[in-house]
């Protein structure tokens, strides 16, 4: 079955620390990788994504994510955080044939960013 | 450059009133998405419009749940009769192709009393 997992549910990490969130997908074709962030009472907000090409995938404010096919994982990093990085981040992969905004979502890491 | 306008932003209904909830997407973009984000869980897929067509409802429940995107106006969801379990964030997406990627609101965040 199709089926995004982020293991994490919470990741407290220290202002300037590096930053990694797991997220592991079980799909059975090339699948369409992204993630996305959500900050408290607002939408989503597309970090990133991976159709094909580069397996390391650049986004916006800093991140970036790799495509590890023989693992089923496209982890998120970042290496250095900040403390306006706080907010619940989702992997997500698109599984609509010819449709890739149809998408099936982890359940979310919530980033708590210490002072 | 308006993003996606969900409204109302927060409503709250009565078991077995009727919710209507409006999306207007992005300008230029005729790809409309519902997904639903119950407590403590992910946002899971509803389902996919086009202008008049809906293209894939697979994740809509079988009864109460209607959607719609005409030639005209917002696309908007329908839930009748709702219950306390239709208590939830209800987000709309939008993509100017169906390229995945998805531009979303800000939700519409219904309480089932």
């Known amino acids: 079955a199709q089926s995004v997992t982020q293991p994490d549910i919470h990741i407290t990490v220290s202002e300037g620390a590096s930053l990694e969130l797991r997220c592991n997908y079980s799909y059975g074709a090339t699948p369409y990788l992204f993630w996305y962030v959500q900050s408290p009472g607002q939408g989503l907000q597309l970090l990133l994504k991976y159709f094909s090409g580069d397996t390391l995938v650049q986004g916006i404010k800093g991140f970036e994510a790799e495509f590890k096919r023989s693992q089923s994982s496209f982890n998120l990093r970042k290496p250095s955080v900040h403390w306006s990085d706080a907010a619940e981040y989702f992997c997500?992969?698109?599984?609509?044939?010819?449709?890739?905004?149809?998408?099936?979502f982890g359940q979310g890491t919530t980033l708590q960013v210490k002072p | 450059n308006a993003g996606v306008m969900q409204n109302p932003r927060h409503l709250v209904r009565r078991r077995g009133q009727e919710a209507r909830l409006r999306c207007s997407p992005m300008?230029?973009?005729?790809?409309v998405y519902w997904y639903r984000q119950l407590p403590e869980e992910g946002l899971k897929f509803m389902v996919y419009l086009q202008k008049e067509n809906i293209i894939d409802e697979s994740g809509m429940p079988k009864e109460r749940f209607s959607a719609e995107f005409p030639k005209e106006g917002p696309s908007i969801l329908r839930i009748q009769q709702v219950v306390r379990g239709d208590s939830a964030a209800y987000f709309c997406?939008?993509?100017?192709?169906?390229?995945?990627?998805?531009?979303f609101g800000e939700g519409s965040r219904l309480t089932v009393l």
């Open positions: 997406a939008s993509s100017p192709i169906s390229t995945g990627e998805l531009f």
């Open positions: 997500a992969v698109g599984i609509g044939a010819g449709n890739t905004g149809k998408l099936i």
């Open positions: 300008k230029g973009h005729s790809h």
